[in-house]
């Protein structure tokens, strides 16, 4: 089944606790791309990924890393997670053609206290 | 400005009944696409339709068509004959450029329909 699968779902952290959140496709995408969804804010990109090696900000990128060593793997680093960055957190993958539809992970929700 | 305008907060819609969701975009790209994503309380994301620039004719996909208006710069979603389980927010987007385009999708604030029985 294709899939693009975001692990963990929930996560309840404290401030400056190191985190990742892992994304992996399975349908040999060449774009892959991270999401914050707020309330009243819609989705905004964070990061994106052309193809291995090749990653590029998004439109709010501070605070988090990204890494594509992987075509399937794309995870979201936190490196010091503060209150601002509670959000939904979606990854999602496509191939690298405007015409494609993304498709999304499942969704993680981070709690960061 | 921003590129993605959905002017419906919310949307309240007797079961059975059509129901149009209101997009507006903003580029200067000639080659772009248009998206409509729905959201249930679930919260996970599913694609329901796509528009071409160069599209020539309006999407459709069972009961969800675009109606897609360049001119004017609209991508209206229509979903014909609504059921309770088409209750969920839903979000249109833009993504810019061609082949080997970078840019992710632009997403509007969305709209919260709410399918009364």
């Known amino acids: 089944e294709a899939q693009v699968t975001q692990n963990p779902r929930y996560l309840i952290t404290v401030t400056g606790k190191k985190l990742t959140v892992t994304c992996s496709q399975n349908?040999?995408?060449?774009?892959m791309s991270w999401y914050r969804q707020d309330p009243g804010l819609g989705l905004r990109q964070i990061y994106y990924s052309m193809n291995v090696e090749v990653t590029d900000k998004g439109d709010v990128p501070e605070g988090y890393k990204v890494s594509r060593k992987e075509k399937r793997n794309f995870p979201l680093i936190l490196e010091s997670p503060s209150p601002n960055q509670t959000s939904l957190y979606f990854c999602?993958?496509?191939?690298?053609?405007?015409?494609?539809?993304?498709?999304f992970g499942d969704g993680t929700r981070l709690s960061i206290l | 400005a921003q590129k993605i305008t959905q002017t419906q907060p919310g949307m309240f819609v007797q079961e059975k009944e059509a129901v149009t969701l209101d997009c507006t975009y903003d580029?200067?790209?000639?080659?772009?696409?248009l998206f409509w994503y729905k959201q249930p309380s679930s919260g996970e994301m599913i694609f329901l339709i796509y528009q071409g620039s160069y599209d020539e004719q309006n999407a459709t996909e069972g009961r969800y068509s675009l109606n897609f208006q360049k001119a004017r710069k609209s991508a209206n979603l229509v979903i014909s004959a609504s059921q309770l389980g088409d209750s969920a927010m839903y979000f249109c987007?833009?993504?810019?450029?061609?082949?080997?385009?970078?840019?992710?999708?632009?997403f509007g604030k969305g709209t919260h329909l709410i399918i009364q029985p």
């Open positions: 999602a993958s496509s191939l690298a053609y405007s015409g494609q539809p993304q498709h």
């Open positions: 580029t200067s790209d000639q080659s772009y696409g």
């Open positions: 987007a833009m993504r810019e450029g061609t082949l080997g385009g970078a840019d992710g999708l632009t």
């Open positions: 349908m040999n995408h060449e774009y």
